[in-house]
């Protein structure tokens, strides 16, 4: 097993166990190669959801680049809703884990298709 495939392990395992969702693996597969080499890296890897700057740059690279939504309040509350399902306690919000619940949370998985 490469380490892609152990990392995409982890992402379900969170899924399953903080989120308590039962994950789509082929969606949360594209969805964690969408993320590129930031996987790998253990800053980038992962979301600062107490960083306002943090949550903005998801909002403006992922939902509004990559999902093509329109900015507007309600994508910054998509975001603290997945933030408060993944646990605002949990240390590590893995970034291929936020974007899979966006993406499912505004019906996108047509975007990985």
Known sequence: MGKRDEL???YADDLRTKCGV???????TK???????SIYDADA??????QEGELE???DNFLVKKLGL????ELMDAINS???????SERNKYRAVV??????HFGKEAVYG
């Open 8 to 10: 995409i392990e982890k």
């Open 99 to 104: 974007y899979y619940l966006l993406t499912k």
């Open 31 to 37: 969805v964690t190669i969408g993320c590129g080499p």
């Open 70 to 73: 329109s900015d507007g309040p």
């Open 45 to 50: 890897s992962t979301v600062a959801a107490s």
């Open 57 to 59: 740059t998801v909002k």
């Open 22 to 28: 039962e994950p789509d693996m082929d969606l949360l």
């Open 82 to 88: 997945v933030i408060d399902t993944y646990g605002r």
